[in-house]
């Protein structure tokens, strides 16, 4: 069954760390960018991370929304075939819905995680 299921959120305190996790089952992650988004309440969807399949140009780069930079880190672990989500500094306004996503070459959105909920605390 060709799926990503997300691991790692919880209940953190400002300022608290959580690492994200994006595992695939049924194809092989490191040849597809990934990309993690996320969803507040009443906010819209944010894309906040990416990085690019594991070969050819640009190979693994990453990219992050300003509202993350300096904080999150996206990176591979393409024997265990996921995708992290290392958090640092996590505050309030970080609280949502956490989804990976499999895309496509034209970085569509192509295959979802069910989502993970990450909430933090003052």
């Known amino acids: 069954q060709v799926q990503l299921v997300e691991s790692g959120g919880g209940l953190v305190q400002s300022g608290e760390s959580l690492r994200l996790g994006c595992q695939a089952s049924?194809?092989?992650?490191?040849?597809?960018?990934v990309g993690w988004l996320r969803q507040a309440p009443n906010k819209e969807r944010e894309g906040i991370a990416c990085?690019?399949?594991?070969?050819?140009?640009?190979?693994?780069?990453?990219f992050y929304a300003d509202s993350v930079k300096g904080r999150f880190t996206i990176s591979r672990d393409n024997a265990k075939n996921t995708v992290f989500l290392q958090m640092n500094s996590l505050e309030p306004d970080d609280t949502a819905e956490y989804f990976c996503?499999?895309?496509?070459?034209?970085?569509?959105?192509?295959?979802w995680g069910q989502g993970t909920r990450v909430s933090v605390s003052f």
């Open positions: 990085i690019t399949r594991s070969e050819g140009r640009s190979a693994g780069s990453t």
């Open positions: 049924g194809f092989t992650l490191e040849n597809y960018a």
């Open positions: 996503v499999k895309m496509g070459s034209h970085y569509e959105y192509e295959i």
